[in-house]
């Protein structure tokens, strides 16, 4: 038998010391694990969002071009205004600063300064106002892309003539208007107020806002009665049987199936099946509605069962019946946990692109849709067309593209958070 009485305190005191010591080493590697992931995930986070705002803050501003214009009634004529000569009157205008550019070819490369809906602006302007012909007025137009990365740095004016787009002359030009106060860079709101387009200064995001707001719209009345109605059946009065096991069991696989799956399930059944017309907002929300449903589903069911069973016994000890119980008082408590699954489902919905790609949700639209049988496009995929374009104005738009998605998803997760520590109850 062994004598534990013979066993030197110091020794016992020495390796529970050692223990001791080697517990709190275990801990303090396992904290600073946890702060340098931490540290790690924010400093990418940090990367991402200062590179997508260094680069994307250029689109926010655009260079224009500010003119004195004389609307020579010889070259427009208010009877025929879709034939007037609007690129020449700006050309004349242009020509003032320069009077000694007479070559045709000068001419041209004078010319290309200004954008190619300039002609557009001073067409919509004197077509709401025929009155202006014969005067002269002043036009706010935007110059071309070239002009537009010149103003804004984007050129290196030391590098040789024949690695950039511009010439030493055109870049001259460009500065003699820039010092007589010709060019200004105002706030870009055609980023917002235009479509899509396919020069980088026109093109706009005005298109993709309206096309995700009708596929959301769709998406959002499709999946939200469905999903609150199949987890109310689910959870309150469908049989606890196999097949209601299998059904919970296939709807938590639903939201983990890849959203391309679904693309391909729309594409197969909505257009080749259906018939539906490709590229509708409509066909879209149909589409991410089916990607939707799943979390709905779950962040409902998880709702229903956080609602104290005493709400239930008392309802039904007072006489109420079974639909009286669920639809006055357990399904209002819950509502603040389904919307919050709500929103944050529909923002994850916003974000997705491989779905809509498939349904051809990517076309190329100059018009904002008048209704969810329109063709259109969607934020992300919009993102997709610009950063797959070749003009180097795309890529800053890009940036401000992203951004714009990542302010409406930020938006509405703030808006599910705000609900929840609104309208959450303790029990």
Known sequence: ????????????????????????????????????????????LFILISSLVSTGSKAFYQTHMQLEVFIDPEQISADNLQRGKFDDVLRDSLQEYFPDVEDRADLRKLESILSSGARFSLRDRVQADPGLIGQTVTVIVPTSDDYDQLAKGMVDRDSPANQRKLSDRQIGWFDTLNEAGVITQPINWALLTNADS??????????????????????????????????????????????????????????????????????????????????????????????????????????????????????LGVGASKHQVVFGHVLPLAMPGILTGTIIGLAQALGETAPLLLIGMNAFITSAPGSPLDSATALPTQIFIWADSPERGFVSRTSAAILVLLTFLIAMNAIAIYLRSKFERKW
């Open 198 to 315: 396919r020069f980088p200064e026109l093109a706009g995001l005005k298109g993709a806002l309206v096309g995700s707001f009708w596929a959301l719209l769709v998406c959002f009345l499709i999946s939200f009665p469905l999903g609150i109605g199949a987890a109310l059946y689910l959870e309150e009065f469908a049989p606890k049987n196999k097949w209601s096991d299998i059904i919970e069991v296939n709807i938590n696989n639903l939201a983990a199936v890849p959203s391309i799956v679904f693309g391909l399930l729309a594409l197969a059944v909505f257009l080749g099946w259906f018939g539906m017309p490709r590229s509708a907002p409509l066909v879209g929300g149909m589409t991410l509605a089916l990607m939707t449903m799943p979390t709905i589903i779950i962040a409902t069911r998880a709702a229903l069962k956080a609602v104290p069973p005493s709400i239930r016994e008392a309802a």
């Open 1 to 44: 038998m062994t004598d534990i009485s013979a066993t030197p305190r110091s020794s016992i005191s020495s390796s529970g010391n050692a223990l001791m010591k080697k517990r709190n080493l275990h801990q303090k590697i396992l904290q600073g694990l946890g702060i340098a992931a931490i540290s790690f995930a924010a400093l990418m």
